[in-house]
C-alpha cells in the first residue's frame, strides 16, 4: 500500500490523505487550505490524483479545513460514498453550501476587480449547487462499528471529543494476507470539556498519523478562562456596555451558549423582580450558520456526555435559555443594535473576516463601555488579529473606526487538545506502533511534539512533507518518495482528457448553432450559447493552467 500526505504538513488546514492498495484508491479528509494567500493559494492547484478514480472518502469531521474540497472534488468527477458520523453529514449539509456561497462571492469581487483591469474572469472552485450535491454522496455510520469496505479494507470510527460528530479513524488494509492497521486522529479534542464526550482511547495501531496543532502549548484550564469571561461580562454590564462575542459558528459558539445557559438559567431564576437589569438583559446568536449549527447540536444528543445530559432538567432546554434570540434575517440582525437594552452578541465569523460580525464591531469597537471578548485563534492578516493586536484604528466594511472597547482574548476555549492532552491521548496505545506521524500543527508545534513523544513515549516520528509518500510491504516501510515523482505522466493524461472533452463540447455548441441558425432572434437562446461559450473558456484555462504546470515541472 502507499500513503501520501497531501495537506496539514506543518500547517493546520488542507488535511487531506491518499490511499493507494492494489485495487482501491481512497482518501481520509479533503479539507480546504485556509490562512494566507500563499496558503490559500493551494486550493487552486490541481488535486494531485485524478478525483475520478478515489473510490471512497472517510471524513473525519465538519469543519472546513478537513471537508472544503469535497464539493471540488465531486464537480472534478468524484461520484463514490463519504463515510463520516451521521452528525458530521448533517452539520456538512449547512457548512457545505456556505463554503460554496463564500467561493461564489470571492469569484464574483474578484471579476469585479478583473472587469476594471480587463483581466480574465477566473470560476468559484465550486458553487452552492456543488455542495448540495455532493451531500448525496454522504453516508453516515455510527461510532465504534466496524465497516467493512470491501474484503481487504476496513474501518472504524472513534470519538475524537473536538466537535459534534468528530472522529479518530481506525483502518485495516489487508495486501497478501498481511494486516496493517493505521490510525488517523482527526483533530482531537480536550478532556473534560462541557457536553462533548472525551475523546476515545484506541488501544492499538502499527502507524499513526497524528494532529498537532497544540503539540507544543498547554492551554490555561478551561474552568479558570470561563469564570474569567463571567467577571469580564459582569464589569461590562456594570458600567452600561454591551458584549461583542466574536466565534466560529461550529463548536465555539455552541460552547459560549452552553455557558451562557448555564450561568443565567441558574442566576435569573434566583433573582428577584427588583433586579430588573439582569431581567431585561438579552443574548443574541446573530449568524445563520451558526444558528443552523446549533439546531444540529440539538438534535443529536446521542453524541453528548451523559453527565451532562443528566443536569439538565429539560432537554428542550439545552443550548437554549429564555432570553436568548436567534436572529436568522438581515431585518432581525439589523434590529440588535437599535434596542436600548444591554446585550451580549455572539456573531461569526470567528476571526471578523466576514460576515455579520463586521457590523457589530462597527457599532460597539468606539464605545468605551463596551466589551469585545474573542474566545478563538486568530490568524495573521485578519480583522480579528489586528484588533488583537492593539490596532487603534481599523477599516470596517469601508468605513474607519477608533478602537476605544475593552479588549479580551481568551484561547482557553480551544477545542483542539493541548500537549498534555495529545500525549494522554497517544498512551493509551498498549504497542509501540512503527511509526507516528505528526501533522497539521505549524512547524514549532509539530516539532516539539515530535521531540516529546520521542522522549516521554520512545515511539519514532516522523513530520512529513506535502506530498510525501510513504510505500509499504508486509506493514514495513519498504520506500519512501513524492507523489510527484511519477505525476508528469498523470497530468498529461488529465490533459489529453480535457481537451478531449472540450472538443466534445465545441463540436455540440457548433452543431446546435448550426441547427437553430444564426439569424435565430431569440434572446434566450443567445444567452445560453453565451454562458456555454464561457465554460468554454474556464475549460481551455484549466488546461493552459495544466501545461504550464508541466513545463515548471511541478
Ligand atoms: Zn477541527
Sequence with gaps: MKVSFLGANRLVSGSCYLIQTKYKKFLID??????????????????????????????????????????????????????????????????????????????????????????????????????????????????????????????????????????????????????????????????????????????????????????????????????????????????????????????????????LSHYYNVQLKQLSNKDKKLKKLRFYLDSPLAIAATKIYRNNLQDFAQKDLRIMENKNQLLDFQSLRMTSTAKASKQINRSKRSKIIISASGMCDGGRIQYHLKEHLWKKESSIIFVGYQAEGTLGKKIISGEKCLDIMDEMVDVRAEIYHLDGFSSHADQTELLWWLKGLRNKPKMVFVVHGEKEESEGFAELVEQQLGFNTYIPVMGETFYLKDKEIVTQGMIKDGSKELQLDEILIDLNKIKQKFSLLLSEIELYGLDNEQESLWYKIKQRVEELQGDIRKVKYLIKENELGV
Design 30 to 259: 479533503c479539507g480546504f487550505f485556509r490562512g494566507e494567500e500563499s496558503i490559500v493559494r493551494l486550493n487552486y492547484q490541481p488535486f494531485s490524483f485524478r478525483p475520478e478514480e478515489i473510490d471512497f472518502v472517510i471524513l473525519t469531521h465538519a469543519h472546513i479545513d478537513h471537508c472544503g474540497r469535497i464539493p471540488q472534488l465531486f464537480k472534478e468527477g468524484f461520484h463514490g460514498q463519504v463515510y463520516c458520523t451521521k452528525s458530521t453529514m448533517e452539520l456538512c449539509a449547512v457548512m457545505l453550501p456556505d463554503s460554496g456561497q463564500i467561493q461564489e462571492e470571492d469569484a464574483e469581487e474578484e471579476n469585479q476587480r478583473r472587469l476594471r483591469t480587463g483581466e480574465r474572469f477566473i470560476e468559484p472552485l465550486y458553487d452552492i449547487e456543488d455542495a448540495l450535491d455532493c451531500l448525496l454522496l454522504f453516508r453516515g455510520v455510527p461510532y465504534q462499528y466496524k465497516i467493512n469496505v470491501d474484503e481487504n479494507i476496513s474501518f472504524r470510527l472513534q470519538d475524537a471529543g473536538h466537535v459534534l460528530g468528530s472522529a479518530a479513524v481506525e483502518l485495516w488494509v489487508t495486501e497478501d494476507g498481511q494486516t496493517c492497521k493505521w490510525l488517523f486522529s482527526g483533530d482531537i479534542g480536550r478532556k473534560n470539556k462541557p457536553f462533548l464526550k472525551n475523546p476515545q482511547i484506541v488501544k492499538e495501531a502499527d502507524y499513526v498519523v497524528i494532529e498537532s496543532t497544540y503539540g507544543a502549548r498547554k492551554h490555561r484550564p478551561y474552568r479558570q478562562e470561563v469564570k474569567k469571561f463571567f467577571s469580564i461580562i459582569d464589569k461590562t454590564l456594570k458600567r452600561g456596555g454591551d458584549v461583542i462575542i466574536p466565534a466560529f459558528a461550529l463548536q465555539r459558539a455552541q460552547d459560549i451558549i452552553y455557558e
